[in-house]
């Protein structure tokens, strides 16, 4: 199988190429599935892929942003937050690049089945950026898949 490189995050692509382009194909997706062996692992891979959240917006979801009665996710413009990043860099805030962000997503229910089991046991995923693209290139390595995240 043909492996394709990982986009860097923040760095600019090559003229007409789409992140799109990185995106990983049924298959890879199923691999990917395979080596997810623990909740927080389905739980990151789940809302990338089907709620289509950035890392930024998956590392300060909290379980007050989804309501399971509608099956949907309400991304904020701004929230308080005891993460390092948002202490030492944003006043204690995080909050939303442009208000266009702000939006209601609607999960499906294996989303919704896996977010349940997860928020059971946890508030937030409280982890970095950086220890979220560490996890998904480790998943992919397992798999044996070129990072198709981006």
């Known amino acids: 199988m043909q492996t394709r490189r990982l986009s860097v995050p923040g760095k600019p692509r090559p003229l007409g190429q789409s992140c799109k382009d990185d995106a990983p194909n049924p298959q890879e997706l199923a691999e990917l599935w395979g080596v997810c062996t623990s909740i927080r692992d389905r739980f990151i891979v789940g809302v990338l892929q089907w709620a289509g959240l950035r890392v930024g917006e998956l590392c300060h979801l909290r379980r007050t942003w989804v309501n399971f009665e509608e099956n949907t996710i309400e991304v904020p413009r701004r ?26 997503i609607r999960i499906n229910p294996l989303l919704r089945t896996i977010m349940l089991e997860f928020f059971e046991a946890h508030d937030c995923l409280n982890l970095t950026r950086q220890r979220v693209w560490q996890i998904i290139k480790e998943l992919c390595r397992r798999a044996r898949i070129g990072p198709g995240f981006s």
């Open 79 to 104: 929230q308080s937050c005891t993460c390092w990043e948002c202490v030492n860099r944003r006043n204690g805030e995080w909050k939303l690049e442009t208000k266009q962000g702000i939006r209601t």
